[in-house]
């Protein structure tokens, strides 16, 4: 379940917060591929299956930035504002790759929320600790600290 706040003073309250587990999804090779081709990265680790098959993994894997984006897809299903006037990714502090992520494994969102700071009135910058659960895994594909801000409609 989405965890909901609508002040700055909420949020703050409430660092420390398990943020809970989003849905799984699957990183299918197609997902890879369009990476590939938006970032430029065809390196054989992630695009050529056959080769793969024989490397270090026995597949392809997903790129570390890729897992590393798919953070911001999985933020609003862990932490979301309401009464928001605009807000923006700040940052990300700390982000490791612990375990690759192969070809067809089904991977999620896990958040803790670890800080919460007033920057003007209406605003609060937040600090949410991703980790990206690989099913079947002991360890994690990602881990990162988002920072985000976000700007309340005045009262």
């Known amino acids: 379940m989405t965890y909901r706040f609508s002040t700055a003073e909420q949020v703050i309250a409430d660092v420390g917060r398990n943020l809970g587990a989003t849905d799984w999804l699957t990183i299918a090779q197609d997902r890879i591929t369009k990476f590939a081709e938006a970032t430029g990265d065809f390196q054989w680790l ?18 570390g930035f890729l897992t590393l984006s798919l953070t911001n897809m999985f933020l609003p299903e862990l932490f979301m504002p309401d009464n928001l006037d605009w807000g923006v990714n700040y940052g990300v502090d700390r982000v490791r790759f612990p375990a690759p992520v192969i070809v067809n494994s089904r991977i999620r969102g896990v958040g803790e929320l670890l800080a919460a700071t007033r920057i003007a009135e209406n605003a609060v910058q937040t600090t949410v600790r991703i980790s990206v659960e690989i099913e079947g895994k002991d360890k994690p594909g990602c881990v990162a600290d988002a920072l985000q801000r976000y700007y309340f409609r005045a009262a």
Not at 51 to 59: E, F, M, R, S, V
């Open 46 to 63: 992630h695009v050529d299956a056959e080769k793969a098959a024989n490397g270090p993994y026995g597949a392809t894997i997903a790129h």
